[in-house]
T-cell receptor
Framework: EDQVTQSPEALRLQEGESSSLNCSYTVSGLRGLFWYRQDPGKGPEFLFTLYSAGEEKEKERLKATLTKKESFLHITAPKPEDSATYLCAVQALIQGGSEKLVFGKGTKLTVNP | DVKVTQSSRYLVKRTGEKVFLECVQDMDHENMFWYRQDPGLGLRLIYFSYDVKMKEKGDIPEGYSVSREKKERFSLILESASTNQTSMYLC?????????????FGNGTRLTVT
């Protein structure tokens, strides 16, 4: 069964304290891995797509990387406004040639001033 | 920027009522999706559509139906609302089913069934 596991479930950082969120996956036929940010009471907001191992994407204080089994979302010198839940989703090729998107349950990040 | 608009942010309905959740996207996207999001369960796919008048069941379609009469509009229908359908409902759209394109979400409808 295709699975996406995010860790930790929750993370508290001090402002400026860099860290990483993990998304590990067991799928066959990876078609793409997506990172989203979700603020309380809002829908997820798209951040990055990664397609192949070794690929990296950056946006402000965020950098996403991908290996064959996991992805990391690195947060450098975070600010309180980076507080949110970060979701990972994997697009996998399934039987019959169709695709399925599997979401992780998210990591809730809190950055204290 | 893609805009996905859900007609209501909050809804309170009674058990047994028929409930319509409306979603409109403005970027001519082919694909549209309905998810529900619950604490500890994450995002679960209810129904999706790759084209007008087409619909496909997701992982949890029981108790729901959908309608897509126009490309930009995708409606979720709860035929007879029940308390276990209290949840955050999220609509999303994406450009194409042929390549891995990201979902663009609306801001959600928080539905309470009493």
């Amino acid at each position: 069964e295709d699975q996406v596991t995010q860790s930790p479930e929750a993370l508290r950082l001090q402002e400026g304290e860099s860290s990483s969120l993990n998304c590990s996956y067991t799928v066959s036929g990876l078609r793409g891995l997506f990172w989203y940010r979700q603020d309380p009471g809002k829908g997820p907001e798209f951040l990055f797509t990664l397609y192949s191992a070794g690929e990296e994407k950056e946006k402000e204080r965020l950098k996403a990387t991908l290996t064959k089994k996991e992805s990391f979302l690195h947060i450098t010198a975070p600010k309180p406004e980076d507080s949110a839940t970060y979701l990972c989703a994997v697009q996998a090729l399934i039987q019959g040639g169709s695709e399925k998107l599997v979401f992780g349950k998210g990591t809730k990040l809190t950055v204290n001033p | 920027d893609v805009k996905v608009t859900q007609s209501s942010r909050y809804l309170v309905k009674r058990t047994g009522e028929k409930v319509f959740l409306e979603c409109v996207q403005d970027m001519d996207h082919e694909n549209m999706f309905w998810y529900r999001q619950d604490p500890g369960l994450g995002l679960r796919l209810i129904y999706f559509s790759y084209d007008v008048k087409m619909k496909e069941k997701g992982d949890i379609p029981e108790g729901y139906s959908v309608s897509r009469e126009k490309k930009e509009r995708f409606s979720l229908i709860l035929e007879s609302a029940s308390t276990n359908q209290t949840s955050m409902y999220l609509c999303a759209s994406s450009f194409s089913a042929q390549v891995s394109s990201p979902l663009h979400f609306g801001n959600g409808t928080r539905l309470t069934v009493t």
